[in-house]
Nanobody, 123 residues
Framework: QEQLVESGGGLVQAGGSLRLSCAASGRFFSIYTMGWFRQAPGKERELVAR????????YYADSVKGRFTISRDNAKNTVYLQMNSLKPEDTAVYYCAADVRGWGTKANEYDYWGQGTQVTVSS
């Protein structure tokens, strides 16, 4: 069983930056694809970024490409999301998730989830 705990959310002005962290407690973090999702009120949960277990391959949603960077430190069982040039439309609850079987693109392909951290961007 994998437990994921996010941190680093908060309130920031448009144009600002935040770095989210997700710490995993299980033994197999280093072989999982890790993803960051977000969910705004009234909207579906969407994949923001994901990273291969090796760190050698990443994916970004078009809406965050060039502004967000996903990275991981397998020695620390932690995945990060650096968010720069934040916009009000980035406001959402952000979740990290682990895909134990592959390179998931949808929320239902991910097996473990954190509790979420709120990111609010004011205009």
């Amino acid at each position: 069983q994998e437990q994921l705990v996010e941190s680093g959310g908060g309130l920031v002005q448009a144009g600002g930056s935040l770095r989210l962290s997700c710490a995993a407690s299980g033994r197999f973090f280093s072989i999982y694809t890790m993803g960051w999702f977000r969910q705004a009120p009234g909207k579906e949960r969407e994949l923001v970024a994901r990273i291969h277990w090796s760190g050698g391959s990443t994916y970004y949603a078009d809406s965050v490409k060039g502004r967000f960077t996903i990275s991981r430190d397998n020695a620390k069982n932690t995945v990060y999301l650096q968010m720069n040039s934040l916009k009000p439309e980035d406001t959402a609850v952000y979740y990290c998730a682990a895909d134990v079987r592959g390179w998931g693109t949808k929320a239902n392909e991910y097996d473990y989830w954190g509790q979420g951290t709120q990111v609010t961007v004011s205009s």
